[in-house]
Antibody
Framework: QITLKESGPTLVKPTQTLTLTCDFS??????????VGWIRQPPGKALEWLAL???????RYSPSLRSRLTVTKDTSKNQVVLTMTNMDPVDTATYYC??????????WGRGTLVTVSS | DIQMTQFPSTLSASVGDTITITCRAS??????LAWYQQKPGKAPKLLIF???NLEIGVPSRFSGSGSGTQFTLTISSLQPDDVATYYC????????FGGGTKVEIK
């Protein structure tokens, strides 16, 4: 059974760097074909894909946010970490991590709400 | 970037109706499209992948079709439990979600 859970700060100040952790179980990110993605959703708005990392350390980023995002994995801890620099109030959103067998997302975490405010 | 346009943005139908949601891509994406259902306060749930493949455990009243630039999600015999917002997602070139379709019961 695959499960994922996001964790990190609920409040960050403008210009700060956000670091979110996705703890997962039920699969290994060292196994061929496995991936984890990050998606966010501002309150009342649509989903926005942010980043993906695969078992072979292939990393993909949203072109519009590429300069601000870094995604890494720790296969020994079953964790994926997303960092986003220079946070702004428009980045206020629920951030989800999700299991990705091939660019679509078959199982999601419950999400974590991050508010950007001074 | 590939843009995904979903319509309608809101749909109201009666229990038992068949409804269709459309997603249009700004360029051809082949079959690389997924559909998700999101209920209020919950994470999205995968319904369909690769345009027409039903995810395990999803009721057969959900179906997907299309390729290239136009795709549809059909819900046959709408149930009260289907009240949700539905999103399409292209994954031919990076990934983009549509703007969502909110489905309500009349």
């Amino acid at each position: 059974q695959i499960t994922l859970k996001e964790s990190g700060p609920t409040l960050v100040k403008p210009t700060q760097t956000l670091t979110l952790t996705c703890d997962f179980s039920g699969f290994s990110l060292s196994s061929s074909g496995e991936g984890v993605g990050w998606i966010r959703q501002p309150p009342g708005k649509a989903l926005e894909w942010l980043a993906l990392i695969y078992w072979d350390d292939d990393r993909r980023y949203s072109p519009s946010l590429r300069s601000r995002l870094t995604v890494t994995k720790d296969t020994s801890k079953n964790q994926v970490v997303l960092t986003m620099t220079n946070m702004d109030p428009v980045d206020t959103a629920t951030y989800y991590c999700a299991h990705s067998p091939y660019w679509h997302f078959d199982l999601w975490g419950r999400g974590t709400l991050v508010t950007v405010s001074s | 970037d590939i843009q995904m346009t979903q319509f309608p943005s809101t749909l109201s139908a009666s229990v038992g109706d068949t409804i269709t949601i459309t997603c249009r891509a700004s360029q051809s994406i082949g079959p690389w499209l997924a559909w998700y259902q999101q209920k209020p306060g919950k994470a999205p749930k995968l319904l369909i992948f690769k345009a027409s493949n039903l995810e395990i455990g999803v009721p057969s009243r959900f179906s997907g079709s299309g390729s290239g630039t136009q795709f549809t999600l059909t819900i046959s015999s709408l149930q009260p439990d289907d009240v949700a917002t539905y999103y399409c997602q292209q994954y031919d070139s990076f990934s983009t979600f549509g703007g969502g379709t909110k489905v309500e019961i009349k």
